[in-house]
């Protein structure tokens, strides 16, 4: 499927008149993920799922992705 504007409009600028469509910068089949960095190294930092218990990295598709109120 074609994406599609979400809005249409013309930019003038004195005499010359442009036409202009505003789209989506994204796809839903495409994922955008941002990542923190170190200040001192310009490293990326990682966050890891942690089992509480164990202290051994959790995949993500093993976790539940609850939240527990206590």
């Not at 994204?26 to 990682?46: A, Y």
């Amino acid at each position: 499927m074609a994406p599609r504007a979400n809005w249409k409009g013309f930019l003038r600028l004195s005499l010359v008149t442009c036409p202009v469509a505003l789209y989506p910068a994204t796809s839903e089949s495409e994922k955008i993920s941002f990542n923190q960095l170190n200040r001192q190294t310009g490293h990326r930092i990682k966050y890891l799922k942690v089992d509480a218990d164990t202290g051994d990295e959790v995949p993500n598709e093993d976790s539940a992705g609850r939240c527990l109120i206590r």
